[in-house]
């Protein structure tokens, strides 16, 4: 083996892999199949004794490492689950929100014994980095997420297990601790809020999501324009970022004839100074480690290779947290450097760069082979993946390139250049181009459905298997062509059969639903009610592919509701709107307004709401949605029972009966993002959604 770090760096990452990953005993198989394909290339690439006695070994640490993580610091304070206590602890980070409620790591003791970082959303209290917050009673409880947001695995990358629920006297003391990184962040909104106030908003977010990775002052229509678009990575602080300001801060150093070992000190302190700035985000970390080994390289007269800075970077960060194998951050930014350093310049490596013509087909190869890399896990990941990145990615990100280096200016010389003007105006362009081709259906494909990343991985293995087997670049690019066309019939596949499904979702959070039916390409949204419903509805129809609604529903609450549902589906096509009341949602006249109920009759269903009781028929099958304050009806079919329960409320606790809210006396309680198909004669099939 010639590059041992490479085959180490596999070998522990396979370890941590399989330990997060397969728990259960009839998962052995699949790293058993893995181990029998490396034994496999091993003997191709003539691998020695000790070559595979030093991945085995490495395998093995960090297996051994990732299970005494989670037996002895997970396990160790997820018990702590449901249980009261108190805790005290350094405030580690924090996100302010709106009504003057934020969210807040604290780093520190549950009941002055267990070591550990928790989570809890309060008001804002003022405080900054290193102050200490003391909660005297609270309820801890294991973070989770939901359908709209996989809280869980996003907190559990970073250490974070538990959250602090119903906080009582909370108490804060003032210490005065980590001065920097105050100054820094402090430094941080003052020129994000420069950026907003000087090119607006939606401009100015965007650079501040270039430079500092921050995405909360970008609406939502903006974002999805841009990852349709292809370049919604460039609001992420990561390699390029790292790449960017590294080449053009060295360039300085030597225009200025600083000493090379000064020159790499400067870097690393101004390197350090983003990553604080950036809150310190594994893929930047990353960058930064690799930026570190290729710019050392020439000190002791080594030529740095990718593959193996990389290896070097991700092997550190392994060792350093088991559980960044979770992070989704964490394995895009490794797969697109692999793909952009590694996969790509392989696969173009005989191609000429002579001509211009040669050298722009070139670089479009290069970003062609680098998307083509990173789809799988952006299928895995996403419910959306570009198809027109490779050209974006050519045109667009120079572009973004530019405003970024104008916005880094902007902050290093504490806005002293007049650079803002200059970006604000290529901003628009961008933004422009962008909002155009996401609006073209050919640009993105969807695949929030399971079948896309379950095909997406066959594909992989099968690519890599004739990579292995031949070697022959032809044939790989064959493969890939191949396994695209295959995914792409995989997902046509599933949209038609699900064509033909009576279905119902329930999206919501805790005890607050919407309702989604579709049957023959006809959509409904019903609405009970729920500040963040119209987000679930969005993913939902998102997800599944779903770009008009026949009616859009409101309960209650109609006219924050309707402003919502608006913002939300702005992409979605909404036919017609009911809103209960007497008064058209904010001023839409074409909205139908009720105050008793309705009644929608189409093919083979009919969709009814009286007396507070929604039914859904379906030949010969029914679903009614009850309040759970409501009386029960004798006669009903499956029912789901949304709202809270109460001591009076009438339980139901039998196979016909769903309960949105939880009560330890029910089964089927504590219930949300479900969806049911109906089949006939009053046959199920509930699936839970991920």
């Known amino acids: 083996m010639k590059r041992k770090m490479i085959g180490i760096t596999t070998g522990y990452i396979s370890g941590l892999f399989f330990v997060s990953f397969f728990t259960q005993a009839w998962h052995l198989i699949i790293p058993a199949y893995a181990f029998l394909v490396y034994v496999i290339i091993g003997r191709l690439k003539k691998f020695s004794i000790n070559d595979f006695a030093l991945v085995a070994m490495s395998f093995a640490i960090a297996f051994l490492s990732g299970e005494l993580y989670t037996r002895y610091v997970y396990e160790d304070v997820v018990k702590y689950d449901n249980v009261s206590g108190t805790f005290s602890g350094i405030v580690r980070s924090y996100d302010l929100y709106d009504n003057d409620k934020a969210r807040y790591i604290l780093k520190g003791k549950i009941d002055n014994i267990r070591s550990a970082e928790i989570s809890f959303f309060t008001n804002d209290l003022d405080i900054q980095y290193g102050d200490r917050v003391s909660i005297e009673n609270c309820t801890f409880k294991k973070i989770s997420g939901d359908y709209l947001f996989d809280t869980e695995t996003y907190y559990k990358a970073d250490g974070i297990f538990l959250n602090a629920e119903n906080p009582e006297n909370i108490s804060v003391e003032k210490l005065g601790r980590q001065k920097v990184k105050n100054f820094l962040m402090d430094y941080r909104e003052k020129i994000i809020s420069d950026f907003r106030i000087k090119l607006g908003d939606d401009y100015g977010g965007f650079l501040s999501g270039m430079v500092f990775g921050e995405k909360s002052h970008l609406n939502d229509g903006v974002k999805n324009s841009l990852y349709r678009t292809g370049i919604g990575h460039i609001m992420a602080v990561s390699g390029l970022h790292i790449s960017v ?88 930014s490794v797969g697109g450097t692999l793909g952009i350093g590694v996969f790509a310049p392989y696969m173009v490596k005989n191609l000429p760069a002579e001509k211009l013509p040669e050298r722009i087909i070139k670089n479009f190869l290069m970003m062609l082979y680098t998307t083509i890399f990173i789809m799988p896990l952006s299928m895995i990941f996403f419910d959306e993946v570009s198809i027109v990145s490779p050209v974006t990615n050519i045109i667009i990100v120079p572009l973004c390139t530019f405003c970024m280096v104008m916005g880094m200016l902007y902050t290093i010389t504490g806005g002293l250049l007049p650079v803002l003007e200059i970006s604000g105006g290529i901003i628009k362009i961008i933004l422009l181009l962008s909002e155009k081709i996401s609006g073209l259906d050919f640009s993105y494909i969807r ?159 009919s969709i009814i709401y009286e007396d507070s009781i929604l039914r859904i028929k379906y030949k010969n099958s029914e679903i009614d949605f009850i309040s759970a304050q409501n009386e029960v009806p004798e006669i009903r079919g499956l029912t789901v029972f949304y709202g809270n329960i109460t001591k009076n409320t009438d339980l139901q606790d039998d196979e016909h009966s769903i309960y949105l809210d939880s009560n330890e006396n029910i089964r089927r309680s504590g219930v949300n993002n479900f969806r049911i198909e109906i089949i006939a004669d009053g046959k199920y099939s509930i699936v839970q959604m991920r």
């Open 245 to 332: 300001m590294s080449v053009f801060l060295m360039k300085i150093f030597k225009r200025l004839k600083i000493n090379k070992f000064v020159s790499f000190g400067l870097l690393n302190i101004f390197m350090l100074l983003m990553l604080i700035m950036s809150e310190l985000p594994v893929s930047a970390v990353r960058a930064v480690i690799m930026a570190d080994i290729a710019y050392s390289a020439g000190f002791f007269r080594r030529h740095n290779d990718t593959f193996n800075s990389l290896a070097v970077a991700v092997l550190l960060i392994c060792i350093s947290n088991p559980y960044v194998i979770y992070s989704q951050g964490f394995i895009l």
């Open 447 to 605: 695949c929030g459905n399971a079948i896309a990343g379950k095909l997406a991985v066959i594909c992989v293995v099968a690519v890599g298997m004739v990579r292995i087997s031949t070697g022959n670049r032809k044939f790989i690019s064959l493969a890939i062509v191949l396994s695209l066309l295959t995914v792409s019939a995989g997902n046509k596949l599933y949209e038609s059969r699900q064509y033909d499904k009576f279905l119902v979702a329930v999206v919501g959070r805790y005890e607050k639903t919407a309702v989604i039916i579709s049957y023959h390409g006809k959509n409904y949204v019903i609405d009970f009610s729920g500040y963040r419903n119209p987000q679930y509805v969005s993913k939902y129809l998102s997800e599944n592919n779903i770009k008009s609604v026949d009616y859009l529903v409101l309960n209650k609450n109609v006219q924050s509701m309707y402003i919502s549902y608006m913002n939300e589906l702005d992409n979605i096509i909404t036919e017609n709107i009911l809103a209960y009341g007497n008064t058209y949602p904010c001023g839409d006249d074409k909205a139908v307004v009720f105050s008793d109920g309705y009644h929608i009759d189409a093919e083979n269903y």
